[in-house]
């Protein structure tokens, strides 16, 4: 069992960058990859980025490229999520997740790979 805490999330002006944070207890040595997904009102959850535990390989839907950051800390068991130049399209509900298994391909960063998630952080962008 891994437990996930988001923490971060506010309302800011576009243009301006804000920093999420997910902080994992429990288990976590099961895990091998941290993502973040978004997901705004009415639309299906999308994935963000990842990154890998051991390795630090990272990976980004287009949408975010040049903007956002994904890292992690493996002494403090945190991923963050650093968002850059926000858009009003970016403000959704951001929740991290923990897959606990190696995958490869496109189909790793589905929702459905990832085992864990956390409650949430909102990101409201205003225009």
């Known amino acids: 069992q891994v437990q996930l805490v988001e923490s971060g999330g506010g309302l800011v002006q576009a243009g301006n960058s804000l920093r999420l944070s997910c902080a994992a207890s429990g288990r976590t040595f099961s895990s091998y990859a941290m993502g973040w997904f978004r997901q705004a009102p009415g639309k299906e959850r999308e994935f963000v980025a990842a990154v890998t535990w051991s390795g630090g390989t990272t990976y980004y839907v287009d949408s975010v490229k040049g903007r956002v950051t994904i890292a992690r800390s493996n002494a403090k068991n945190t991923a963050y999520l650093q968002m850059n130049s926000l858009k009003p399209e970016d403000t959704a509900v951001y929740y991290c997740?923990?897959?606990?298994?190696?995958?490869?391909?496109?189909?790793?960063?589905?929702?459905?790979?990832?085992?864990?998630w956390g409650q949430g952080t909102q990101v409201t962008v205003s225009s």
């Open positions: 997740a923990s897959r606990d298994h190696y995958c490869s391909g496109y189909g790793c960063y589905d929702v459905r790979e990832f085992r864990y």
